[in-house]
Nanobody
Framework: QVQLVESGGGLVQAGGSLRLSCAAS????????MGWYRQAPGKQRELVAD???????KYADSVKGRFTISRDNAKNTVYLGMNSLKPEDTAVYYC????????????WGQGTQVTVSS
């Protein structure tokens, strides 16, 4: 089992910045890919960014150039730096963990709310 605990969400004005953190615990050794998804009201959950244990990254087109994903393998923690936030970035952000790029998510965090006001 893997437990994921997010922190760092909140309310910010458009153009502002936030940094999300996700601390993983438990049997994390097999969770090669960690990432962030988000779900806005009435919409499906969507990928924001993923990062492998080796540092390879993937981003949704909508956040490229504004968001940065990083991880500290020693601390089993993944981060999402969000700059130039837009009202359309408002969503619940979920941390995810899975063993491979090609497999579905194995574990989800409880989510953290990010609200961007215009």
């Amino acid at each position: 089992q893997v437990q994921l605990v997010e922190s760092g969400g909140g309310l910010v004005q458009a153009g502002g910045s936030l940094r999300l953190s996700c601390a993983a615990s438990g049997s994390t050794f097999s969770m090669n890919i960690m990432g962030w998804y988000r779900q806005a009201p009435g919409k499906q959950r969507e990928l924001v960014a993923d990062i492998s244990s080796g540092g390879s990254t993937k981003y949704a087109d909508s956040v490229k150039g504004r968001f940065t994903i990083s991880r500290d393998n020693a601390k089993n923690t993944v981060y999402l730096g969000m700059n130039s936030l837009k009202p359309e970035d408002t969503a619940v952000y979920y941390c995810s963990a899975r063993s491979s790029w090609f497999l579905p998510t194995d574990y989800w965090g409880q989510g953290t709310q990010v609200t961007v006001s215009s």
